[in-house]
């Protein structure tokens, strides 16, 4: 999964005539650094943003320095600015996604790329599966959003040459309907009696699936 999203921001940056050598990048829930690590090698500056004390302690062991037990809007989170801001399956758990989208506004240099990862409740595949959508977790999940709302809710707060994509993912078998067990029991129960008389070698295939999540990359308006 990580090594997808680092793939599709690098492509993304070539557009734009940039790439990662130099970039100073956060990444808003950062979980344990994986992404990071990926995006360190290609050369970026990264540094993360996590709340939850098992993960930071992981990821800062990854990257010493580079990670912080904090939000982006505490004293604890130092004063700094980035080239490029990373939210991916953060938006859609956040209580006031203008407020956070507008915080990574302010913390990007003008120019600046924002990357976001989430869910499209607008998507066919939501359409067709409804209640049991996978991302329809109450819990987890306190926003689910439109590729036009989100559109549109970026370009009012400044951001321009918004771009979205589908998020297709490659991905075991196994992975998937494991997943299920927390976004879709429906679907983890009637798969089950498959999944019990299926070999392991099939289960461990990896294929590309799409379950209407979408990526969007948007500009912070330079300075004129």
């Known amino acids: 999964v990580y090594e997808n999203i680092a793939y599709r921001i690098e492509r993304q940056l ?14 808003i829930g950062c979980f ?39 939000d982006v809007f505490s004293n604890d989170f130092p004063d700094m600015t980035f ?18 989208l507008t915080r990574s ?15 499209n409740s607008t998507s066919a595949f939501s ?4 209640k049991y959508w996978p991302p329809c ?8 959003f439109s590729k036009n709302g989100l559109r ?15 998020h297709w993912k490659k991905l075991p078998l196994i ?15 009637l798969f089950r009696p498959l999944y019990n008389i299926c070999p392991k070698s099939i289960l461990e295939i990896t294929l590309p699936f799409y379950i209407g999540e979408m990526l969007f990359f948007a500009r912070k308006q330079p300075v004129s």
């Open 14 to 27: 070539t557009q734009y005539g940039k790439n990662l050598s130099g970039m100073k990048v956060l990444d």
């Open 32 to 70: 344990t650094g994986e992404l990071l690590l990926l995006l360190q090698k290609k050369g970026a500056d990264v540094y993360g943003v996590e709340l939850q004390e098992e993960a930071v302690a992981i990821a800062h062991e990854r990257l010493p320095g580079r990670i912080f037990k904090a």
């Open 83 to 100: 080239d490029l801001v990373i939210m991916s399956g953060v938006i859609e758990h956040v209580v006031d996604p203008i407020r956070i």
């Open 105 to 119: 506004r302010d913390l990007l240099n003008p120019g600046g790329m924002l990357f976001l990862q989430t869910p």
């Open 127 to 130: 359409r067709i599966m409804g």
């Open 137 to 144: 977790a109450p819990i987890e999940h306190i926003h689910l």
């Open 152 to 166: 549109q809710s970026l370009e009012n707060i400044g951001f321009r040459d918004v771009s979205i994509q589908a």
């Open 175 to 189: 992975y998937v309907y494991n997943n299920f067990q927390n976004f879709g029991p429906e679907l983890y129960k």
